[in-house]
């Protein structure tokens, strides 16, 4: 069953196409395509509070070449979804309005709970060795997810203002950083007894650069080997040598950066990254919908 979801970032805007089953008792997503688009909204919105009219028409322009993909690919079912820089963006509606009157695309904008609990809903994996609890983590442009469960259960989630975007335009308070430090360290006698999964761009192509692919596991150490490793290159250099698109070789340093200072914070020696992100997600919760019809 062809399902279709849109999810719109801070960095990027991605359109995902994909089949969603049963097998064993467990709903599995096969990709069928993705598209993904620099929209870099928050460059804007981060600075200046709004969406700049230049990046509001090219942003529209995206949505109607969306939405023709969508007719044409004809799934059973779609979603579109927003998150940190249409939070936060003082002229959303305004350009969603617009966007629902010419294309008759409607896009959500999602709070950051809700946002963690579709993330976290999303990548439940079976540990090889299995612990107590788990915690979730999903880093944006504008703002980092995290998750905390034990035995499957949440026990507490939270959305803090850190993101890729925001650090590069240096609009991430000190007070955030410890906020965070503090609202991980209520568990600090816990820490032994976590998992610790993430999600996002970024962490899947560090794990891919630096991890145990086959394992989908990136420990500590070759984190922090790959954060240093890029941080000392010009973002000329992580494109010519990686492989890097622009809107990827420029955030992909600040990722590592708050990947690793959660890691560290909760003592975690390695992070599951199961390469499955919010669009993910929106297909998974479309199928579970449908079935439930």
């Known amino acids: ?116 609990e579709i993330l976290r809903n999303t990548n439940r994996i079976i540990f090889p060795t299995p612990k ?7 880093v944006g442009g504008g703002s980092v997810e995290l998750s905390i469960e034990r035995e499957g259960k949440l026990l507490k989630q939270k959305s803090f203002k850190v993101g890729t975007l925001r650090m590069l335009n240096n609009k991430v308070k000190n007070k955030v950083w410890s906020d965070m430090k503090m609202w991980l360290e209520e568990y600090d006698s816990k820490f032994h007894d976590f998992h610790i999964v993430g999600t996002g761009g970024n962490i899947n192509r560090l794990c891919k650069l630096y991890g145990n692919n086959d394992r989908q596991e990136l420990n500590i150490g070759n984190l922090e080997f790959g954060y240093q490793q890029l941080k000392n290159m010009s973002i000329e250099d992580r494109i010519s040598h990686y492989g890097f698109r622009p809107d990827r070789a420029d955030v992909i340093v600040p990722a590592a950066y708050i990947y690793r200072f959660v890691m560290n914070t909760v003592k975690a020696s390695s992070i599951f990254v199961p390469r499955k992100g919010l669009a993910d997600g929106l297909i998974l ?9």
Request: proline share 2%; charged share 30%.
């Open 1 to 116: 069953m062809l399902f279709a979801a849109i999810d719109i970032g801070s960095n990027a805007a991605r359109l995902l196409f994909a089949n969603a089953y049963d097998k064993d008792g467990i709903v599995k997503l096969d990709k069928a395509s993705l598209i993904r688009i620099p929209t870099r909204l928050g460059e804007d919105v981060y600075n200046d509070g709004i969406i700049s009219k230049e990046k509001a028409k090219s942003f529209i322009k995206t949505m109607k070449a969306f939405k023709l993909l969508i007719d044409v690919y004809q799934p059973i079912g779609y979603i579109a979804c927003a998150t940190a820089a249409m939070r936060e963006s003082k002229n959303s509606e305004e350009i969603l309005s617009k966007i629902k009157k010419e294309t008759g695309l409607k896009i959500q904008i999602i709070e950051g709970r809700q946002e963690a």
């Open 132 to 138: 107590h609890y788990a915690l979730f983590m999903d």
């Open 285 to 293: 919760k479309q199928y579970k919908e449908y079935k439930r019809l």
